[in-house]
């Protein structure tokens, strides 16, 4: 009885942390169109989870995220959130719940980057203390230092708006977020990095998030599922980044993953997935070393432009535990 | 040249000083002595007549942007309406009221707030669509209803385009309600001006006016440019 209690006033909202997604034939068919946008989209995303929407120009994966929080109105088929449909909401509430990022952030350039955070849990009417220990904690998680708070958006680099912007997303702990090409805008360097600091902050936070992005890495690098839709807003699959890289289920697929699929699945696995050669009797020559957490696709590159030969694995001390091959590389691609 | 200098009726203030009998440039001692019971109530109404135009005129076009947002087809008759009014010469449309509302304060301010509905309305408009479409959705996407979002997201960033109207507006106003007098309307700054160019080109009169009308346009200007910087603090502080 006192956990449940502690349980209760310790958490953030009333809403569950993370909350489960299901389209069930989901359909939108603009006025005067022939085509569907999208067609009949089933699919479940489990709480806790992130499914990426991807796939050409014109497949529709706005509009079907745009559907979830009714930002666009769905025409046949339903939506569920934590298993009430979305249709039954009143969309401003149902907007509450839900964290929404766009491409080009859309942070209110009149409002500082304490109020633009706060936005959402003033619609819900928190109480001055409480949206502000949220601001700090938000400013935290994000990275960003506390002096920003009274800062313009117009002040802040294009990195620090993409955070701000996530953590506006997140301020009243929303069961669900929505992200529309997040990193679009970003330049690679900066985008790899949110990128990490995205996934980093996600293990902590553990939230429903519908990830659109047209870029089929990202898709690979971010999304526990992968939704790969087709032009006309079909679904072509549903899976795991391993399976849709190892089983495509159609030449669409196939193509849309690319030719490079082989190298894309080693991105996804790290030296300490191996099972290492012994490195008796191995003396180091001045080779380039891995580390365990290099990724199959960097080290298969640093052996290749070694010659082949296999190439040690240091721990953090400096001690070599192990050694890696091409063989031991694309032995796991046969799995 | 004989015939110009014959033409300059010079007038006769019985007992005035010589800077006033030689029609001086701005005789001093004259406009001290003017201020209390010419220029300075002069001064006063044409700041009265200027504050009911631009607060009148502010109502309507602020009404009318609100329903022009709501209803894409307000939006072009208003704009036709008020461009047909701003067209009409000020000196005409003072005179067609004057047979209407007589020599009235109302007469001026019917025509002074047509003169600013354009302007207003313009800005305002403008104002409104240049919000960035992104920083709508946003607002919309995190669950501001209309009326929230309009309230706290569009006006506040309509207002730097809102205010550059109202300073326009404002200046406009101050220097056509001059006009005002010469259709025999007993209001303003005009008054002053109008009695000087009967009076033979008074020159001190003329500048003291003049000078008066200028100061207050100026003045109100720098007012409005000082309630922009302290109402939109973040427009100054983008660094790109």
Known sequence: ?335 | MNALIAATVVPNFGGASSCVRDNGTFCWSWFSGRWGNTFWPALRQHLLLTTVAIAIGTAIAFGLTLLAHRDRRVGPPVTFVSGVLYTIPSLALFQILVPITGLTFLTVEIALVSYTLLILFRNFTTGLAEVPSEVREAARGMGLTRRQVLWRVELPLALPAMIAGLRIATVTVISLATVAALVGINQGLGVPIFDAIQGGAFKTELFAAGILAVALAIGADLLLLGVQRVLTPWAKARSR
């Open chain 1, 1 to 335: 009885m006192n956990r449940s209690n502690t349980a209760q006033s310790e958490g953030p909202s009333s809403y569950p942390s993370a909350a489960p997604l299901e389209f069930q034939s989901a359909t939108k068919r603009y006025a005067g169109s022939a085509k569907p946008a999208v067609d009949e989209l089933s699919l479940e995303v489990p709480a806790g989870e992130v499914c990426v929407l991807v796939g050409p120009s014109g497949c529709g994966k706005t509009t079907a995220m745009r559907m979830v929080n009714r930002m666009i109105e769905i025409t046949d088929g339903d939506i569920l959130l934590d298993g009430r449909s979305v249709r039954d909401r009143n969309p401003a509430e149902l907007r509450r719940e839900i964290g929404y990022v766009i491409q080009q952030i859309g942070l209110f350039p009149h409002l500082t980057i304490a109020q633009n955070i706060a936005t959402v849990p003033r619609l819900l009417g928190w109480e001055k203390e409480r949206t502000a220990k949220r601001i700090a904690e938000l400013l935290d998680l994000i990275d960003l230092p506390d002096d920003v708070r009274d800062r313009y958006p117009g002040q802040l680099s294009g990195g620090q708006r993409q955070r701000v912007g996530v953590a506006r997303a997140l301020a009243a702990d929303p069961p669900l977020m929505l992200m529309d090409e997040p990193f679009g805008a970003i330049d690679p360097i900066n985008r790899e990095r949110l990128q990490d600091e995205f996934l980093r902050l996600q293990r902590e936070i553990q939230k429903t998030i519908v990830f659109v992005t047209h870029d089929i890495d990202e898709a690979i690098k971010m999304g526990d599922r992968i939704a790969i839709l087709r032009e006309g807003g079909k679904l072509a699959q549903y899976a795991t980044p391993d399976d849709l890289l190892t089983k495509p289920e159609d030449e669409f697929v196939a193509q849309f993953v690319g030719q490079d699929r082989s190298l894309k699945r080693l991105s996804l696995a790290r030296v300490s997935d191996l099972k290492l050669l012994p490195a008796d009797g191995f003396e180091r020559n001045g080779e380039p070393t891995l580390e365990e957490r290099t990724s199959l696709r960097d080290a298969l590159s640093l052996i290749l432009s070694y010659g082949g030969k296999p190439l040690p694995v240091l721990e953090e001390d400096g001690q070599v535990t192990g050694l890696v091959s091409t063989e031991l590389i694309t032995a796991t691609l046969e799995s």
